[in-house]
């Protein structure tokens, strides 16, 4: 029911989070991301969560808040198009919505509760969607879209996320 978006129908900037998203079956995935991300945020100490890997970078609660906010994004996208909307949808500029998310004032317990609540409200409308529905196409920044498209780009997206995370942050943060 959630096969690979075929390429060539969407804007191939997208293909790198598809193809981090491993098997055939995204819905898994966002299911199984769910206890595995909030344990690994459970192993950032307190005094860690503000840790910025470098000047101008996004600590570590605005990463957490623009995964947050492009999963609320992305779903608000495929429910859109999926209950017929016409009209374009905008894009949005993700280091203004990091700044004004005012992540830094929150604790990351809090964001790691949201995250959750955010998924569970994601899980719940793909699996709303029928085989028809999750094709439909619309346009959002400018590219043409799907649900379908959605759900693969959000399970890849914070795959991406994480990457960064263990990476570029890891040092400090689990060592």
Not at 80 to 102: H, M, S, T, W
Request: glycine fraction near 6%.
């Amino acid at each position: 029911m959630y096969p690979h978006p075929a390429p060539g129908t969407f804007n191939p900037y997208f293909q790198q989070y598809i193809n981090l998203v491993p098997g055939n079956n995204p819905m898994h995935v966002l299911k199984e991301q769910v206890l595995d991300f909030k344990a690994l945020l459970s192993e950032i100490a307190f005094e860690n969560e503000d840790y910025r890997y470098a000047e101008g970078k996004w600590s570590v609660k605005e990463l957490v808040g623009h995964i947050i906010d492009c999963e609320r994004i992305f779903a608000y996208r495929a429910l859109a198009i999926a209950r017929g909307e016409k009209q374009p949808l905008p894009g949005f500029e993700e280091n203004d919505y990091a700044r004004e998310g005012r992540f830094d004032k929150r604790n990351l317990t809090s964001l790691a509760h949201e995250y959750g609540t955010v998924r569970e409200s994601t899980i719940t409308l793909f699996r709303s969607m029928d085989e028809e529905t999750i094709m439909y196409q619309g346009t959002a920044n400018g590219n043409v879209i799907t649900p379908l498209l959605c759900l693969w780009v959000i399970a890849g997206h914070q795959i991406h996320h994480e990457n960064v995370l263990r990476e570029r942050y890891g040092n400090v943060l689990f060592a």
